[in-house]
C-alpha cells in the first residue's frame, strides 16, 4: 500500500512529505519523492508553509535564495529541498551559490513546497497548462494542475492565453504546493489587443509585477531575441515557432528597434530581486524542426543568454537556460555541452527534445526519447510534451501522458547519472518482480491503477496476485519460475558437493608437480 508520510528537519516546521510504499514479508518500505501537496477544498486553498521562515528573514531588496547561499546561509528552504533529495543541506546551498542550481520561491507564493534544480540533483520535469481563446475554464486548470502534481510534475507553467488570465493564475497559485511559471508577455499582449507592434516596456513591466505581487515564482523572458538575429533564421525550414519569440520578432521589425526585453534586463533583475523571481531565460529561437536544430540562430540567442545570466546574477537574482526543442539524437549532447560552457553551468531546461517530426500524436514519445538522453548528459528539467503537441490543447488524461512519459525519462536519466536515491526504487521494483510479489510490484509503479488494470484484464482472481506467472508466459514458460529452480537446483548441488568433501576427511588434494 502507498500512504503519505512526513520526515522532519531540525525545526518542527520543516515536514518533507514521501510517498511510503509499504512492501509484503520483511521487506523495508520505499520512500518515493512526493509532488502531490496536500489536499484541501480549491476555493480555499492550501495553508502558507513557508510564510514564517519568509517573515523571519524580513523584508529587503535582494531575498533571492541565490543572496542568502553567497553568504553562507542555509535556509529552511534549502534544507527541505535536501531532504526531498536525500543529500546534505550544504551541498544545496553549494550548488545554489555557484549558479549551478536554482530553487524557485516568490516570497509572495508561501504555499509551495521548496525543491531544487540542478544537474546534481534528481531530474525535474515541468508540466504546461493554461487557458486559450477556445478553452477558458478556470476549474478545468486547477483540476489539471492537482492531475498533474498527482502524477509527478516538479513545477508548472501557466501559459494561459485567454479571458480572465489574472484569474486563472490567482487560483492555480493558491492551489500550488509546486513552483508556478509564467510567459508575462502573453499577458502583456492581451493588454494591447493582440497587436506585438504596440507592446511597450511599461505595459511589460506593469505585468511583471503584477505577476510577482501574486506570487509566480519563474518568468519565462526572451530577452535574447535581438534584432540583428532575426535574418538568421529566415531560411529555416519552419521559421521561429517560439510563441514568444515571434512576438519580439515582429515587434524589433516593426520599431527597427532592439528588444526592449534586453535593453531593460538590469530593471527586470531589479524587480525579480525583491521578489526572488527566478529567470527562465527563454529560446525564443529554438529550433521547430529537426532540419533547423543547431544552427546560426540557435547558438546566437544562446550566446546572449549566457551574457544575460551573468547580469542576473550581480543582482543575486537566480536563473536557468532554455532549450530546445527539436534535435536529432546525435546533435542533443552538443546543446548541453554548449549550454554549459556559454551559461557559465547554469540549470538547463529544455522542451524534449524532440528527436523526429513524423509522430504527431505521439510526440510524448518522441519527446520523452531526447528529453532521457539530454537529462542524462546534465540537462536539470525537462518540459513535459503530451500527445497533443501540435495538435490542441491537452486534456486531463493527455497531461497525465505526458507526465508519465517524463517521469520515465527523468528518472532513466538519474540512473545513468548516479543519482544516490535513484536505484533504490529500481531494486525494490526488480525484486518484488523476481518473487512474484504482484502487489509490490503494482503499488512500485509509477501508475500503480494502470499497471494492476493490464495484470487483471487476463487473470482477475484473487489468486493470481500470488501466482508465480503472468499471462505473457503462462506457468509452464515463466523465465523468473525457470529461474527460481535453477537457483535451488545450484543451491543443493553445493550442498550435495560439501557433505561429500566432509565425508571425504575435509582433505584437499594437490596435484604432484616435477
Keep these: 500500500m502507498r500512504q503519505k508520510v512526513y520526515v522532519t528537519g531540525s525545526r518542527p516546521d520543516i515536514r518533507v512529505p514521501f510517498q511510503e510504499v509499504r512492501l509484503g514479508g520483511d521487506e523495508p518500505p520505499v520512500r518515493l519523492y512526493d509532488t502531490s501537496g496536500p489536499t484541501v477544498d480549491p476555493d480555499v486553498g492550501l495553508p502558507k508553509l513557508r510564510r514564517d521562515w519568509i517573515d523571519e528573514r524580513g523584508p529587503g531588496d535582494r531575498v533571492t535564495q541565490l543572496h542568502y547561499a553567497r553568504r553562507g546561509v542555509i535556509t529552511p528552504e534549502m534544507e527541505f529541498a535536501a531532504l526531498r ?11 545554489i551559490a555557484a549558479g549551478r542550481a536554482i530553487l524557485p520561491a516568490n ?20 508540466a504546461n497548462i493554461g487557458t486559450s481563446a477556445v478553452a477558458d475554464s478556470i476549474t478545468d486548470e486547477v483540476e489539471k494542475l492537482t492531475w498533474a502534481t498527482r502524477w509527478g510534475a516538479d513545477t508548472v507553467m501557466d501559459l494561459s492565453t485567454g479571458k480572465h488570465i489574472h484569474r486563472t493564475r490567482e487560483h492555480i497559485l493558491r492551489n500550488s504546493a509546486v513552483p508556478i511559471g509564467t510567459v508575462p508577455l502573453y499577458q502583456a499582449l492581451e493588454k494591447v489587443d493582440g497587436d506585438p507592434v504596440k507592446l511597450t516596456w511599461e505595459v511589460y513591466r506593469e505585468t511583471i509585477i503584477e505577476q510577482a505581487e501574486q506570487g509566480v515564482d519563474y518568468m519565462t523572458v526572451h530577452a535574447g531575441v535581438l534584432l540583428r538575429y532575426v535574418p538568421l533564421a529566415a531560411d529555416r525550414v519552419t521559421g521561429i515557432v517560439s510563441r514568444g519569440g515571434s512576438i519580439m520578432a515582429a515587434w524589433c521589425l516593426a520599431h527597427h528597434e532592439e528588444n526592449f526585453l534586453y535593453t531593460r534586463f538590469r530593471e527586470l533583475c531589479e524587480i525579480f530581486a525583491r521578489y526572488d523571481i527566478a529567470f527562465s531565460l527563454g529560446d525564443g529561437l529554438r529550433p521547430g524542426s529537426t532540419a533547423d536544430a543547431n544552427d546560426a540562430a540557435q547558438f546566437a540567442e544562446l550566446d546572449t543568454l549566457g551574457e544575460l545570466t551573468r547580469i542576473a546574477w550581480e543582482y543575486d537574482v537566480q536563473v536557468m537556460v532554455e532549450g530546445p526543442g527539436h534535435v536529432p539524437m546525435h546533435l542533443i549532447k552538443e546543446n548541453v555541452d554548449r549550454q554549459q560552457e556559454v551559461c557559465a553551468q547554469a540549470p538547463f531546461y529544455t522542451l524534449g527534445p524532440l528527436t523526429t517530426d513524423i509522430a504527431p500524436a505521439y510526440d510524448h514519445i518522441t519527446s520523452a526519447i531526447g528529453a532521457a538522453m539530454i537529462g542524462a548528459f546534465g540537462t536539470a528539467m525537462l518540459c513535459y510534451v503530451t500527445p497533443k503537441e501540435h495538435l490542441g490543447l491537452p486534456n486531463r488524461d493527455d497531461v497525465k501522458e505526458g507526465v508519465i512519459a517524463y517521469k520515465i525519462a527523468a528518472h532513466a536519466a538519474d540512473l545513468a547519472k548516479g543519482h544516490p536515491t535513484a536505484r533504490e526504487w529500481d531494486d525494490a521494483l526488480s525484486k518484488a518482480r523476481f518473487e512474484f510479489r504482484w502487489e509490490d510490484q503494482f503499488n512500485l509503479s509509477l501508475d500503480p491503477e494502470r499497471a494492476r488494470s493490464y495484470h ?59
Design 456 to 514: 487483471d484484464e487476463t487473470l482477475p482472481a484473487e489468486p493470481a496476485k500470488t501466482a508465480h506467472f503472468c499471462s505473457m508466459c503462462g506457468p509452464k514458460f515463466c523465465s523468473m519460475r525457470i529461474s527460481h529452480e535453477l537457483k535451488e537446483y545450484a543451491a543443493n548441488g553445493m550442498r550435495d558437493k560439501a557433505r561429500e568433501f566432509a565425508d571425504g576427511g575435509n582433505r584437499v588434494y594437490l596435484p604432484v608437480v616435477d
Design 107 to 126: 516570497v509572495n507564493h508561501p504555499e509551495s513546497e521548496p525543491m531544487v534544480i540542478g544537474r546534481r540533483f534528481l531530474v525535474k520535469i515541468n
Design 85 to 95: 533529495e536525500g543529500l546534505d543541506p550544504e551541498l544545496v546551498r553549494g550548488e
